[in-house]
């Protein structure tokens, strides 16, 4: 087969309503380029039968190519997967739920063609979410802006367009807690954005939990800063000070013959403050370590169980 302009990558955890849908609309959009294009369906573990349709899609059309994981990896690491397999000069992240609504990807081509290498599409407004997801998400972005060293975007999710140099560079990246669209960020290049609407989902339910939005907002802070690690010394270096202004008051006091400060309870709300910090700390290191012990392991990304060939 030609090798492709275009690459799509889908990542899909029991998606099994979208993709009949998924698969007609990117179809529409990328036909109407007439650039030879493939769409990447990575199956992230699914039970739904999700695993089937896609298998069943790539039969049918050699330009769907499944990506078939052993188990659930999260939707990071299948995307990760998708850049791998994917083979075209430029290569679009997409959700398979179609919240990104496909016909953006001809905004996205227009600005590749102009010359950009990162065309990231910027959430104007949303649809269909709870006020809890729109507010965390709102927050998430504005807290990574201020505490990271790179500077993303607000408002952007991973549904961008990556050139080629860009993936390839991406690829070299083989970090395990990965933040994709903060490490486009970084990789540099020429980088603009394209206006979107962000849909409501086409069918299912939002397959990020708190859990795993928790989760993911961690990986993206302890990936790109070490802020929670400083914030740990500056905590430190304020209890510390407060104790040692507290010393020459309560020796003033004392001598003025005053009682206050007296017995348990002022000891006890000390030790239990100091021990905290002291705690929240070393949870705070402990985050920085084990990260650094999965690092260590080097173990492969994902597992594969069924992958068409990578050329
Ligand atoms: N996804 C995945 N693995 C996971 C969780 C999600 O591949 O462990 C996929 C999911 O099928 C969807 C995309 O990642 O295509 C975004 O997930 P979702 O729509 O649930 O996130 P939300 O839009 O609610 O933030
Ligand atoms: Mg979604």
Do not use: C
């Amino acid at each position: 087969m030609m090798k492709p302009t275009f690459s799509i990558i889908a990542p899909i955890f029991n998606e099994i309503d979208s993709i009949p849908e998924l698969y007609k609309r990117i179809s529409e959009v990328m036909n109407s380029t007439n650039d030879p294009w493939e769409l990447v369906m990575i199956d992230d573990g699914s039970t739904d039968g999700s695993t089937d349709a896609i298998r069943q899609l790539g039969a049918n059309d050699q330009r769907v190519r499944p990506v078939i994981f052993a188990r659930n990896f999260g939707h990071q690491i299948a995307v990760t997967a998708g850049l791998d397999y994917a083979r075209g000069d430029a290569v679009v992240i997409i959700d398979a739920d179609l919240q990104d609504p496909p016909e953006v990807i001809l905004d996205m081509i227009a600005k590749w063609r102009e010359g950009f290498e990162v065309v990231y599409a910027v959430r104007s407004e949303r649809e269909g979410e709870t006020w809890f997801k729109e507010f965390t998400a709102s927050l998430f972005y504005r807290l990574i802006y201020r505490i990271t060293d790179v500077d993303i975007p607000l408002d952007t999710g991973d549904f961008r367009l990556l050139d080629r140099k860009v993936v390839d560079v991406m690829g070299q990246m083989r970090e395990r807690h990965r933040f994709l669209r903060g490490m486009s960020v970084w990789v540099g290049f020429k980088q603009t954005g394209v206006e979107y609407k962000r849909a409501a989902r086409f069918a299912g339910e939002t397959k990020y939990p708190f859990r795993k939005m928790i989760k993911f907002a961690t990986d993206a802070i302890t990936s790109f800063s070490y802020f929670p690690l400083q914030m740990a010394m500056y905590l430190g270096f304020i209890s510390a000070g407060i104790s040692i202004l507290v010393i020459p008051v309560v020796i003033a006091m004392r001598l003025a013959g005053s009682q206050a400060f007296f017995g348990q309870a002022s000891t006890l709300i000390a030790v239990l403050f100091l021990g905290g910090v002291q705690l929240i700390s070393l949870g705070i290191l402990g985050e920085y370590v084990g990260r650094l012990y999965d690092e260590a392991k080097a173990r492969p990304l994902y597992i594969v169980s069924e992958a068409p060939d990578q050329e």
